[in-house]
Structure formats: C-alpha cells, structure tokens
C-alpha cells in the first residue's frame, strides 16, 4: 500500500512538490501583505531558479500559543468581572478600590 501511495505521488503535482514551510521567521511589519511581499523579495533576489516566481504566501501562527494566550485572556476577564462585581456590590469606586 505504502508502494502504492509513493508510486501515486510521483505521477501527481501537490503541494509536497512545490511548497515551502517555515518557522520562527521574523518580519519588520506582520501584516499579511508584508509578509507575502518581505518572503517574494527574499527568495527572487536570493533563489531565482529559471525565472520561477513565488505564486502565494500563506502565513499562519502556531495555534498551541494562540489559544494558551486567549485562555488566559479569557480567565483575566473573569477575575475582572467578580473583583468589579465584588466593588459594586460595596458601592466602593475605582478610587476606593485601589486604596
């Protein structure tokens, strides 16, 4: 079966063929159209091969940080929440709470 799908695979063009992936890059301006413009620049004047040209970027972001971040972005919300509950329910202000 394994035979087969190497055996498949040389007689189809995916993405395996033609595509790169990276990690950790590091831009000066992380909007998508400055990171497809930063890559293109880079890899035409550095790996021009036979006049190839870069057809489309597509960046992504590691989701295991993304969603640890938004957890805790979700929890300090809370806490927020009761403690401003808490305050009201005191009738104390911010200037009586941070006293």
């Known amino acids: 079966m394994l035979n087969k799908g190497v055996e498949l695979d040389l007689d189809a063009f995916t993405p395996s063929d033609y595509a790169l992936k990276g990690y950790g890059l590091k831009f000066n301006d992380y909007a998508p159209a400055a ?7 880079y890899f035409e004047t550095y790996f021009s091969i036979n006049g190839a040209k870069i057809e489309y970027v597509n960046p992504a972001y590691c989701i295991g940080k993304h969603v640890k971040m938004t957890a805790k972005y979700d929890q300090r919300n809370k806490e927020q929440a009761l403690v401003r509950a808490y305050c009201d329910a005191q009738g104390w202000d911010d200037g009586k709470y941070m006293t």
């Not at 990171?35 to 293109?40: D, G, M, T, W």
Request: aromatic letters at 0%.
């Open 35 to 41: 990171i497809e413009a930063s890559l293109k620049s």
